[in-house]
């Protein structure tokens, strides 16, 4: 059995966080200190405005290294200049809050602070986060500027948010949560930035279903959705268009992510059936329900009335009935949640449910399966591919699940780039 290598190599990731003068820079603080617990190493850059809003020592102590600012710059005390180390050092570079004025400076390729010469002095990928006011945004030359920078491969831009801003305005503007970033940032970390889901269209499914008895009872499952959310994040991450066809969730749907909400079984498969056509690669991670109750009362019952036996029905397989309407130039992949022996069942769904592949995961294993935030697998395909995933995080998983098709299956994710 083959096992899976992730990107990472032995040493730490290595992160720069640029900090630009805006009222968001509040939230950097939360973003560098959670990024520090998950193992990676931080540098922190301050433009002169952000000092106004935070201050360096803050920031020092968060990420467990000094911050550095435009007076580190213009000073001659280090061995080699100082943007040239940071560039060198860095596998990400993070500008979160991005000004109106810095992203101007990057989209005319000038330099004239820290942060501005390390970006040109680095060769990584560089991720975005805007925060502006909403006036500010909608101008043409800002706009201009940020679809003209994010024209060059290098530059990753996050959706800025709608709300009420600093500025008492309700619009776009808001920078994105330190957690979108961050779920960002290890998308990037574990890519090296590559989009090669560009030009797909990806529809995936997620969470669970629920088949009511009355208004208020249902028979449902565990599944919370997680799994496919964090698919939907690494494909849209990869440059996927992506829709996401989720059960009862408590999460949000990410800004770029196509969200169609449902409940049953049938208005699922409905669903998937109608955005089947445009799809290149067809992901079913939901756990849909297998059967639902014979009869639906519209109202709730007494519970004196409820059945002492509960007469049952089956539901529509959507994924079979995927499998018979999908052309050859699709790619099809399934779940399959087990206990014990996860592999044979697996296989044998995946010969006679007829899908290209199948990610059998263990839902009886401790720290992964149902509502954790981890989860191992094995990944299996009609070829005879074999590969094993142990505990990683599900947005990891989900990155590892796409390296699989596009070392497997280059053709089909190649295809829709030709077309």
């Not at 617990?37 to 020092?60: C, D, H, N, S």
């Not at 049938?266 to 297998?290: F, T, W, Y």
């Not at 999908?326 to 992949?333: D, G, R, T």
């Amino acid at each position: 059995m083959l096992y899976l290598q992730s990107q990472t190599r032995n040493r730490k990731k290595r992160v720069i966080i640029a900090v630009g003068g805006g009222i968001a820079a509040y939230k950097v603080c939360e973003l560098v200190s959670s990024l520090f617990k998950t193992g990676v190493e931080v540098r922190v850059i301050l433009t002169q405005a952000a000092q106004q809003f935070i201050t360096p020592l803050t920031l020092a102590t968060l990420s467990r290294h000094c911050a550095y600012t435009d007076d580190d710059f213009w000073q001659a005390n280090h061995s080699r200049p100082l943007h040239i180390d940071l560039g060198e050092w860095a596998d990400l570079l993070v500008i979160a809050p991005l000004t109106a004025h810095t992203l101007a400076k990057l989209a005319c390729g000038l330099a004239d602070n820290l942060l501005t010469n390390t970006v040109l002095a680095s060769s990584c990928p560089v991720l975005l986060a805007p925060a502006m006011n909403t006036d500010m945004w909608a101008q043409v030359a800002v706009q201009r500027n940020w679809q003209q920078l994010l024209t060059d491969a290098r530059y990753h831009g996050m959706f800025v948010g709608s709300g009420l801003l600093a500025c008492d305005r309700i619009g776009q503007g808001r920078m994105a949560e330190p957690q979108e970033i961050l779920t960002y940032i290890q998308s990037l970390l574990h890519t090296s930035g590559k989009r090669d889901l560009q030009g797909q269209n990806v529809l995936i499914s997620a969470g669970g279903t629920r088949e009511y008895l009355d208004p208020v009872r249902f028979i449902g499952n565990p599944s919370t959705g997680k799994m496919g959310l964090a698919l939907a994040q690494a494909a849209m991450h990869r440059g996927a268009k992506v829709t996401l066809v989720h059960g009862p969730a408590s999460w949000e749907v990410p800004l770029g992510v196509e969200a169609i909400p449902v409940v049953s079984a049938e208005s699922m498969g409905a669903a998937m059936k109608s955005h089947l056509q445009d799809a290149n690669i067809i992901i079913m991670s939901a756990a849909v329900a297998d059967v639902k109750p014979r009869d639906y009362s519209t109202q709730k019952l007494p519970k004196r009335s409820l059945p002492s036996s509960l007469p049952l029905k089956p539901v529509p397989d959507i994924i079979a009935h995927l499998a018979q309407l999908k052309q050859p130039s699709q790619l099809l992949v399934g779940f399959a949640a087990q206990t014990g022996d996860i592999i044979t069942p697996a296989r044998a769904k995946l010969q006679y449910k007829n899908l290209d592949v199948i990610v059998a995961n263990p839902i009886d294993k401790p720290e992964s399966g149902f509502a954790s935030d981890d989860n191992q697998a094995v990944f299996l395909d009609q070829q005879g591919n074999q590969v094993e995933i142990p505990l990683v995080s599900k947005l990891q998983l989900a990155h590892c699940l796409f390296d699989f098709l596009g070392l497997f299956h280059p053709e089909a994710l190649r295809r829709k780039q030709r077309e």
